[in-house]
């Protein structure tokens, strides 16, 4: 194989474009995946939920360097244990919502693919995982936070958090908490040092070595600063016998003045003790708000939690995550879009007139024509649309039935002509009101003029207005809206369209007649409040498309188009790409790429080599990130 200077140029320029080409392919299958992942890890958490939610855009922010300190659970969302856990997470957080000024309760979804490397960076093994930082938390290379284990239920939660909580403070810090260290002197003498001035209270838990009573009311009750509540234990035998106690637990208050004396709450609980406070406290002026806790929350064991039907709630993420990752992506186009409007012009404008004869005949042989040449179907969608066009070549009536019954058959799935379902992806409107097919065909023709430039320009003889023409007849007689139907033809009058001369000019016509719809449209009931029309490009999207006194760069916006709506840049969310680039013998379409009928043999060997190299280096990459995640390891089962 004899390979010149400018053949190996060529050779390695088309092997970029298909290494981009089949990027492009390869690239839509990964953000597929990506997508379906994120989508489908949406998450056990909503903002409904008293937890608060990190993501990758706002962990590091919260974590480090935050004078609250964080408990977080790292969770995968498809793992069982972590849809069983959630509802008692949820609880957790509900139940102390009044702590989350000093201690929030987060939440990180590492099913994510964005939030992936966190989980990753964090050395998260197993999931749901646990992990305390502290307050003012910083970045270092083993700072991962400290490993938590969960309770069996809420209850237990709580108290593992209390633990954890005493024993920062036993190691000098969690400064930001209220005093959670137990009263240890023999009488109630020191009760008011290092107490505000102003405080006349402090109401006295005692209570057994292993309960948490009075943990909990300190905590519930932090943030009113009239007063303060301490506990001690009933071992403290010397303050015991001081205060005369008999039974355990107790509520006593102390005044500022040394008076004493013993609250009698209903029952032995956080509640009740709070509810006792809160009536000692109304005649003194001091107000102790009343729990506002959902009742609805989850108490029992978490292991026994039923696992959600995730099915409504993932289905309505995807859609969401669906439609954010197609705003994202931008002035793109979706083969399902193309897809979609090219089978509802068929199905719903064409197949719908009775006989189609004359100049309507003509329109559609025209617009039949076109997308045999230039819409981006693969081998069999390709035949379809030639056995159409010779089919309504040959009639002089064709029926529009008969089109409707050809367009049923070749729906059938082991024909494999459409590679998509009958949905909208970019043309998607935020109700279905709005968008859809128009929108679809706007991106159709605007995809034929320019991928007629592309293929034809360089033909003899070629004819720049194949496309315009095309679209007229279509528009002017099929073309359902009446009064669009009718200002297109008016604009193409105006606007001469029958003038235009070259390739570049079809494409810039286009693109200003459409404009000048948008134009017309702005504000319009018809507009998609989530979709206003602006002139397109926007100058987000396109600056250099902006001449200084924002008139337009039409060299620019050539350029602009000519990249948006070329069939390289036509992605396949959703679409099945096998149907699209190869044939059942494996080999590659004719219609899929007009690319691959001019490639050379050797070239094929470029591409082998390059591929090779390409796998060896991913293969390289994966290796040496190591792969840590194990999905749907239990952490905490062992120690519950
Ligand atoms: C030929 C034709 C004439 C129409 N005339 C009327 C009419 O007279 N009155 C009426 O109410 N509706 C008319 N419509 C419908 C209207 O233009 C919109 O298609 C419809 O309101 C849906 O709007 P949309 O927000 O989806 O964006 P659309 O205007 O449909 O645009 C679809 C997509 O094309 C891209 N785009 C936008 N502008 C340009 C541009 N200048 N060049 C290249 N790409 C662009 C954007 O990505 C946009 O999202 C017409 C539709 C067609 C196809």
Redesign the pocket.
Known sequence: MSINTHNLFFMVLVSLTLVNFSNNAALSIFEQKKYKRSADGGGLYSSKDDVEILTVENFKNEIYGNERAWLVEFYNSWCGFCQRFAPSWKALATDVKDWQDVIAIGVIDCSNDDNYPICRDFEVMAYPTLRYFHENYKEGPKNFGMKVYAGSDVNEHRQKLIQVIVNEQIEGRGKMYPNLLPYTYDNKSKLFESVPEKVEYVFLIIQEPSQFLGHEVIMDLHKIKDFVVRYAYNNNTELVKSLNINKFPALYVIGRDNTFQALNSITDNRESYKATIRTFLIPKHINVPLDDKNNKMYTGKWADAPVPDMTAFMQEREREALKEKVKKMG?V?FQMDLETALRYSLKHEIASVKEITGEKLEALKAYLNILVKYFPFGKYGQSFLVELRDYVSSEAVVKGTEIGKMLQDAEKEDRQVFSSPQQWL??K?SSPT??????????M??YLTINAADSSARLKGSNPKIVLEA?HGY?KNF?G?A??????QE?AKLREMDKVASWDDSILW?????????K??AG?A???PE???????SKEKCRQCYNPDNSWNNQEVLRY?KQ??SSINVRYIGSDTRILHLGLDGSFSAGSSTMFKTIDTSMCFILYVASFLLIITLIRMFLKRGYRKKMYVHDLLGKV
């Open positions: 002035d186009i970019a043309c409107g709005y968008r859809g097919y128009p929108c679809g065909l706007w991106k023709f605007h679209m528009i073309f809206c009064d669009c139907s009718q200002h297109f604009m286009l693109w200003k007649a459409h404009n000048e719809v948008n017309r449209l319009d018809t507009e998609d979709y206003p029309k602006v002139q397109f490009p188009l948006v709506y």
